[in-house]
């Protein structure tokens, strides 16, 4: 038995979309205090300490619900997906019922802006299972063993045929790549964005707005078109029988920018899309192959006979010839 070990590396990899989400709930609540009230905008330094605070207890909560599980002996990347949903949405809960957030979400959007962070934390526990990796469990003090026998047994190997799974977390975090490369796009605009502002003190909230507004909306629009193309992607390179990352990226590069390519022909303003939608497809593919990973190819299902005789090989004479019987 193996259980999931303790890694602070893989718990900053799995606190990256909790950062992400906070930055961009954070960004939304300081606008909105600019538009409704000037005078109580929080200083930069409050910021820092109220950001600072909700990814400690994100982390906290991240590891507890780690340890749970390793007491549980429970190693799965399905559970730690789960548990990270559920230890983001406490964690969100606790943060609206102290006041530990800048501002609390308007009425009637209290579950719904809770989404964000519980979808946040299953991608995170999913990472931390990624990339602690497994350790073996260590056996009891005072166990019986015999002579000439290991402590635990040998690490068990495969040789037969595999594939690459299909991976429901993989699907989602390669879809939210397109999400991830469009908000990247307005830091290299916002010098001639913040020029049109009259009022140069706000371009500072109008700089963390833009990219902000950005995530959320491409996040809409993206994500179902994204997993849809990433699931096809997998198959098509499943049916090719393909499974290095460099055969990912190659495969999901070529069907973006076809897929790009065929959108020009009915908008041809969406030419200029071709070359990003085939490095996004590309990064995309590999990102996939690089959190699913392979399993066994399975066996074929088994065979209903009523006739004993007719169990004969393809390759068998009796499947080319046909007796001749003489009808005089």
């Known amino acids: ?138 056996v009891a003090a005072g166990t019986p063993s015999r002579a000439n026998e290991p402590a635990m047994p040998p690490p068990l190997v495969f040789d037969g045929p595999v594939r690459v799974r299909t991976s429901v977390a993989g699907i989602a975090i390669a879809a939210l790549m397109p999400t991830v490369l469009a908000t990247l796009l307005p830091y290299t605009l916002l010098p001639l964005l913040m020029n049109g502002f009259a009022d140069k003190s706000t371009a500072h909230i109008f700089a963390a707005v833009i990219p902000a507004q950005t995530f959320l909306v491409m996040l809409v629009i993206s994500v179902i078109p994204a997993t849809i193309f990433m699931i096809c992607v997998h198959h098509v390179a499943r049916a090719m029988d393909r499974r290095s990352a460099w055969q990912y990226a190659a495969i999901g590069g070529v069907a973006a920018f076809a897929c790009a390519l065929l959108l020009a022909f009915a908008v041809p303003l969406l030419a200029v899309l071709t070359v990003p939608a085939a490095f996004c497809g590309a990064v995309m593919g590999a990102l996939y192959r690089r959190f699913a990973g392979l399993e066994p190819l399975p066996l074929p299902e088994a065979v209903i006979a009523t006739d004993p005789n007719a169990l004969v090989g393809a390759d068998h004479p009796s499947r080319h010839r046909h007796g001749v019987i003489l009808n005089n």
């Open 1 to 138: 038995m193996y259980l999931v070990k303790n890694s602070p590396r893989a718990l900053f990899a799995a606190l990256v979309p909790l950062a992400i989400v906070e930055a961009v709930l954070m960004v939304f609540a300081v606008a909105g205090g600019q538009v409704t009230d000037p005078e109580g905008v929080p200083s930069p330094d409050q910021i820092l300490i109220f950001y600072a605070g909700r990814m400690a207890i994100n982390a906290a909560f991240l590891f507890a619900g780690h340890i749970v599980l390793r007491q549980w002996t429970i190693s799965s990347r399905l559970a730690y997906g789960l548990m990270g949903g559920v230890m983001a949405a406490a964690s969100y809960g606790i943060a609206i019922r102290n006041h530990l957030q800048l501002a609390a979400p308007g009425d009637g959007a209290v579950v719904t802006m809770g989404l964000l962070p519980t979808i946040a934390g299953m991608i995170g526990g999913f990472l931390y299972g990624q990339f602690a990796g497994l350790s073996p469990v260590a």
